[in-house]
């Protein structure tokens, strides 16, 4: 795709050029909120894999966009170097989510440190134990359905997420305060992933608090909600933590928030806290129930997908076992190839270029603010041929490099909770595929497309599934 426009050039014009996008800045950023897949494709179809762009009016004006493995892989490497930075409020924009002391939004230095806290929930030992909860949520998930009943996968889809990631975060599994962040949070993003829901994303005056009706009384009624439910969860943990002793600690992650301490013995205030966890509730089951929710309509449309799936499932010796599950070669390559083919985000967290250097043969300059594309990095025909089909096969015949599968992004910004997306991911499609009380179908055979859904991609129409032979 992209390689044609390089050949015809020379060492040094490859070297010392980096095309830019030939439409207006305004016409750029419209697109690129509104239409993103559209725009992504306009920018690598008659252009080489790395072109500057306007696309963003929160970031420095000097954008370029990367579909090319090998300026992916050399920028990878590069990570956190003496080039290379990735400053946290370069996410600036994500500060209206997540709040502004979010990890994401955190200096190298500290994200780094913060990170090493927060990866062992997700890894190991502590992610085999959400093991048998996934699996028991999602038998119970369609308990309620009848023969014939259709439900939203997505909305069935949210509620396990929900309940895994607030028992991971708080320890929480039912109660008042577990209801109430549950339905906030829900609000929350139902406002800022429809349609306009974009709009208000990128443009601030369109949040105004206009009243309780306005999208930004919404908001701002949701949000405050939010704060005052974690903040009393935070205040309540504070003083349970004080009367533990070590050996008695609480295992879920604000317990263990709670109890670090930087270089001063300084620990985390209560706005650091309140930020971090709205991090990893609003990251932390919103994205994996998209990817789920894509799972089921890619399963049940492709009848030899499902066929091949269920006899690999059937295989199982012992189907309660959710280590045996995780490591399922067919059912890995089909939760690979939905994250393929439908990424849930669009971009890679943006780097600053903060000394002239060369990447992938392509000479990059001071100021820079680069940014992989993992869309049109995932549509590279050269990397996976019909690229717009769904074919878990080519995850069974060859091997990606971290360069040229990018679901999680990449580099010293990769998601904290890939490990438990993935785990979780391929313990509920099996346990709702195995359940021998029911079969499930498509209620629509229409097609269905990706939309932008806030800062991620989403269905563009519900995804309806149907209970079918349904069992006493």
């Not at 009016?57 to 990735?86: F, H, M």
């Not at 894509?294 to 799936?309: D, F, G, K, S």
């Amino acid at each position: 795709m992209n390689q044609s426009v390089i050949e015809g050039h020379s060492q040094s014009e490859e070297i010392n050029k980096i095309p830019s996008l030939s439409i207006a800045p305004h016409w750029q950023m419209l697109e690129a909120i509104l239409k993103p897949i559209a725009y992504y494709r306009r920018c690598f179809t008659h252009n080489s894999g790395v072109i500057r762009v306007k696309m963003s009016p929160t970031l420095p004006p000097q954008q370029v966009l990367i579909s090319d493995p090998s300026v992916i892989k050399d920028l990878i490497n590069e990570d956190g170097g003496r080039c290379i930075s990735a400053p946290g409020q370069l996410n600036g924009l994500l500060s209206q989510v997540v709040g502004q002391h979010s990890i994401i939004l955190l200096a190298p230095a500290i994200h780094r440190q913060r990170r090493k806290l927060l990866t062992p929930p997700f890894h190991g030992e502590r992610l085999k134990a959400y093991g048998q909860l996934i699996s028991a949520l999602a038998e119970q998930t369609l308990k309620d359905l009848k023969d014939g009943d259709a439900f939203d996968a997505r909305e069935r889809m949210q509620g396990i997420t929900m309940r895994v990631i607030l028992t991971a975060v708080f320890g929480l599994y039912e109660g008042e305060t577990f209801r109430r962040i549950e339905h906030s949070l829900a609000s929350s993003i139902s406002i800022r992933s429809g349609p306009f829901g974009s709009l208000l994303l990128f443009f601030p005056f369109l949040r105004k608090n206009l009243g309780p009706w306005s999208p930004g009384g919404r908001i701002k009624a949701a949000d405050t909600t939010i704060r005052r439910l974690l903040l009393a969860e935070i205040a309540s943990r504070r003083r349970a933590v004080a009367q533990c002793n070590e050996g008695n600690m609480p295992a879920d992650i604000l317990s263990l928030l709670l109890s670090c301490r930087d270089e001063h013995g300084q620990g985390l205030n209560d706005d650091e806290l309140h930020d971090e966890l709205l991090t990893l509730l609003f990251a932390g089951h919103e994205t994996t129930a998209t990817a789920l929710t894509w799972a089921l309509y890619w399963i049940h449309r492709n009848p030899l997908v499902l066929e091949r799936l269920m006899d690999e499932l059937n295989g199982l010796a012992d189907r309660s076992d959710p280590e045996a599950i995780a490591k399922l070669p067919y059912l890995s390559a089909v939760v690979n190839e939905v994250l393929r083919i439908h990424p849930v985000a669009m971009l890679t967290f943006p780097r600053r270029i903060e000394a002239p250097i060369t990447l992938g043969g392509y000479s990059f300059h001071s100021g820079d603010v680069v940014m992989a594309c993992i869309q049109a990095v995932h549509e590279r025909s050269d990397l996976y041929p019909n690229p717009r089909t769904f074919d878990p096969d080519r995850f069974m015949n060859r091997t990606y490099g971290p360069h040229e599968f990018l679901a999680f992004g990449g580099g010293s910004r990769r998601c904290i909770g890939a490990a438990l997306a993935l785990y979780e991911m391929k313990l509920i499609l099996s346990k709702l595929l195995l359940n021998n009380q029911f079969k499930l179908t498509l209620s629509s055979d229409r097609t269905n497309k990706p939309r932008r859904r806030g800062f991620t991609l989403g269905p563009s129409i519900p995804v309806r599934l149907k209970i079918v032979s349904r069992r006493p």
